[in-house]
């Protein structure tokens, strides 16, 4: 029961930004762990980015630390991926994803997933 809608995806050259939203609007965001997956055709969907409940804990993949932040605003009930310095390898379908949790901790597994937003970064 829990919907998720991405949006903020476009296309962008190399070098260039883009910001990604994530909006809940069945459920408050204060209650889920979130995250940004991405996906590019052919290949596996890997975790981009984690934040907590609460926004105290984020990861973040090598490939995109540094580069990339995530943060939430729960009184919006809304998510975002601010990303820099986008790279062509960038370029996938972003799907945010998010779990209930308890505590203000980094999860592991997500049961719940938005539709994506595709970014394309060109060269």
């Known amino acids: 029961q829990v919907q998720l809608v991405e949006s903020g995806g476009g296309l962008v050259q190399a070098g260039g930004s883009l910001r990604l939203s994530c909006a809940s609007s069945?459920?408050?965001?204060?209650?889920?762990?979130m995250a940004w997956f991405r996906q590019a055709p052919g290949k596996e969907r890997d975790l981009a980015a984690a934040?907590?409940?609460?926004?105290?804990?984020?990861y973040y993949a090598d490939s995109v630390k540094g580069r990339f932040t995530i943060s939430r605003d729960n009184a919006k009930n809304t998510m975002y991926l601010q990303m820099n310095s986008l790279k062509p390898e960038d370029t996938a379908v972003y799907y945010c994803?998010?779990?209930?949790?308890?505590?203000?901790?980094?999860?592991?597994?997500?049961?719940?997933w938005g539709q994506g937003t595709q970014v394309t970064v060109s060269s």
């Open positions: 994803a998010a779990q209930f949790t308890l505590s203000d901790q980094i999860v592991s597994e997500y049961r719940h």
């Open positions: 069945t459920f408050p965001l204060n209650l889920l762990n």
């Open positions: 934040i907590s409940k609460n926004g105290g804990t984020t």
